[in-house]
């Protein structure tokens, strides 16, 4: 019967069409087979793969209150999933990207070949409308090849393999997840360009808030930007942007979603992207913290050993972690607020002072004027636009040189040495290079290269010196406008940038040591460098701890009384080990003859008595071994080998570099009933899946006894009573600090649950004040905490208690400071201000 039908259809001239249609068919399925065969081992990602999608995860960072602040990533993408994806997206991405997507099992076959024959007859690039969600999220994971230019026959000898692929990854997709969570993989992994990797980031990018919180036409042009997102890009082509939203809002209003909502008034809302903002790491609050936490996070990953289940360390960029720290953002926003108020007044009363001076040159030597010089081109080359000049001019001639480093620092000696070896040692003198590298250089310098570096480094600095001295159009940083529009040469804004005053706080709960607010400049954006890390001379800060070490240790009550004459610790004193004679003065260069008690040697801040109570301590052991305790090591020692808290006696005046966070850290042991708790700014870190791969462990430990922590207590709120008081509800104590030149502004505020730790200074330590008035740090620095702690009294939510108060006084306390009630009474003869300094305090009280 076969045999007889197939002589038929060979032999019979009407059935040769049916003949040739039945071979097509087939070699057409036989193709298809093929095909389907080719794109199964072909780039298909196995099961495993589409379990778990190797996508670049933001790292997150959440406040105390689990309120996101800030992300790292090289993708800025943040995971969400379908429960937490709002409704309105959710409803404009099925009736737009796919109406059946409930119901077909990932490939839409009708819609499959209207798209082939749009792009392969008529030759439309983006024709679209054919694929499946499923086949998008697909498409996502592949790259596809262009068809642009080529003709019909190679188009579809391309697209062919890729919708094969497509289509079997597709079903592979259904297979691996359900609808919702297809759904929200695509949503997740669309590239909304801008720097916005999936929906969450592309919310927050463009409309500055979370996506849980669009609204409809909001979602609508997130939705529309599916489609093309450089064609509907809203900040490029707002009107393509504002016609395909309106077209995702019409086909939401056909499927009666929109009721209640004036249709009408949203098809006319122009296209808003005033929010609209590229993440940066300088926006946002506490950008200084994040900005911090960023390397300690890579180094506590390193110490900890913290890997993925694959073993290797994870990566803050790309693994998404979440990252829960102790900032209470409302804190941060009142600490922030409180140094701009603060910094504004302060800064126009310093560009009033130096009007018609230079700090470059003002008092200083020769020596020091080329210090000050050679400090401010310093700041000009690490400008972008100096380092584009050195890129275009210098880098290609020195780009061959093997093993040796060519910072300008080391060209320029290498040019000052003319193969004179004295100075060639400055090379690893400075740092610059390891003494075993010296004799490279030698060499360097006497060989074939160096006259063509040193004439290409020459060339650089002549364009270096023409393009800084013109005059050209830029943004300089402003107090009040954040930037403001100048005509200025670039040498010009540096110094003018170098002239800011900076200022940091630290805010720490002394009860568990969490750090709620961190400020670590005036602006991060223009000022990168972190002051609360940074180390500056603390002055006065440091005597809370001499008089605490010389009555817990020393046996010294708080009611002996010594005389303000002026001390001198000489070689072969006790063991202070000095080579030659110390005898510092008082703030005011005069001594009283008066006799003082601890009391009121602290609130007046005499140095005489400072340094009587070192003698009598007999070394300065006692004071170091007291500020180990409280979390400033004895033992640690800086880059140059030397310890950090020397063993001289001129660190009891605060003559030794300390950082605001260890500063701030140490005085929560007065608040704390003397014991120190270490400072903690994160709590906990997750992996991507929630499993927590980090908790903190703080270490606590016993540092004063209880007694002498409360005397101190009391000492520091004695130094802001009665006529120093700020006027708060708060109990509240501090201690101001003021260096030399009053180049560093300092004020400790303690309360009983908030300890607050507060410097200013310019970046360069000739950036200060003329004179005590202004330079104090009861002027630069104490303004800031009263500030401060008066924006948390005033808020209504609850967040801080100003009725707490310190810890009741141990037994014995109240004899032993009775010093017949005069610690708070000042000494006749006491020289507190001449008239015309009484006149700059009042006017300084009026300003504030």
Known sequence: MMKQLYTELKTNPQLKWIRRFWIFCSAGFLTLILLLFYAAFTGIPSFETLENPNYKL?????????VSFGSYYVENRIPISFEQLNPH??????????????????????????????????????????????????????????????????????????????????????????????????????????????????????????????????????????????LYNP?????????????????????????????????????????????????????????????YIQNLIKEKNLKRP??????????????????????????????????????????????GMDPWTYQADDLQKQIRKEALLSKAKSTPRYLTLRKKLFDPVVEGLEGIKTSD??????????????????????????????????????????????????????????????????KVYDYVLGEKDTLMSPMDSTRYSAMFLQNAVLA???????????VGGIDHKHFKYDHVTSRRAVGSTMKPFVYTAAMAFGGIMPCQEYEDIQYTIAPGDANFNVDKEWTPNNATEEFTGNMYNLYHGLVYSKNSITVRLLKEMGSVDLLRNLLDKVGISKTERLSNGRLAVPEYPAICLGAVDISLYQMTSAYTTFANQGTYREPVFVLSITDKNGREIYRANPTIRPAINPLYNAIMVDMLKNVVGGQFGMGL???????TGTTNDYSDGWFMGVTPTLVVGVWTGGDDKW???????????????????????????????GIFDYKVRFAPAPEGMAEMIDCDKIKTIRPATERWETQKEKMKRDEFEEDF
């Open 508 to 518: 720490i709960n002394p009860g568990n040591g969490h750090v709620k607010a961190w």
């Open 729 to 735: 509800k708060t109990e509240n104590g501090g201690k």
């Open 58 to 66: 933001a790292t997150e960072i959440y406040d105390i209150n689990g």
């Open 310 to 355: 694959d073993g290797s360390l994870y990566n803050i960029y790309t693994d998404g972690l979440k990252i829960y720290t102790t900032i209470d953002l409302k804190y941060q926003q009142y600490a922030e607020q409180a140094s701009k108020d603060h910094m504004i007044w302060l800064q126009k009363r310093y560009f009033r002072q130096w009007k």
């Open 767 to 797: 950036i200060r004040f003329t004179n005590l008035n202004d330079g104090q740090g009861y002027v630069t620095a104490r303004p800031v905490f009263q500030k401060f702690i008066k924006k948390l009294e005033n808020d209504t939510s």
């Open 235 to 295: 900040v490029r082509f707002p009107e393509k942007a504002k016609k395909r939203r309106n077209t995702v809002l019409a086909l939401m209003r056909s499927d009666h979603y929109l009721k209640g909502t004036n249709y009408d008034s949203l098809l006319a809302m122009e296209v808003d992207m005033s929010k609209f903002r590229k993440e940066e790491q300088s926006f946002g609050p506490a950008p200084y913290f994040r900005a911090e936490l960023t390397k």
């Open 409 to 474: 620092n080391i060209i320029e000696t290498l040019i000052k040495t003319d193969t004179n070896r004295l100075v060639i040692n400055d090379l690893y003198l400075n740092g610059w290079i390891q003494k075993d590298e010296l004799n490279k250089y030698v060499d360097f310098l006497k060989g074939p290269d160096f006259p063509k570096v040193r004439k290409a480094y020459e060339q650089l600095q002549k364009a270096f010196h023409e393009a800084f001295s013109q005059k050209v159009k830029m």
């Open 89 to 230: 997206l959710k409803k404009a991405v099925v009736l737009t990207e796919d109406e059946r997507f409930f119901q077909h099992s990932g490939v839409d076959l009708p819609a499959l070949g209207r798209v082939a024959i749009k792009t392969i007859l008529l030759s439309k690039e983006t024709s679209g409308g054919g694929s499946t969600l499923t086949q998008q999220l697909a498409k996502l994971l592949f790259d596809r090849p262009s068809t642009k230019g080529l003709p019909a026959w190679k188009k579809l000898m391309r697209l062919i393999p890729v919708k094969m692929r497509e289509w079997l990854t597709a079903v592979k997709l259904e297979r691996s997840y359900t609808k919702e969570e297809i759904m929200a993989m695509y949503l997740n992994k669309f590239e909304f360009i801008n720097g916005a990797h999936g929906i969450q980031a592309a919310s927050k990018v463009y409309f500055n808030k979370d996506q849980s919180q669009l609204n409809p036409e909001e979602a609508a042009l997130l939705v529309g930007m599916l489609k093309n997102p450089s």
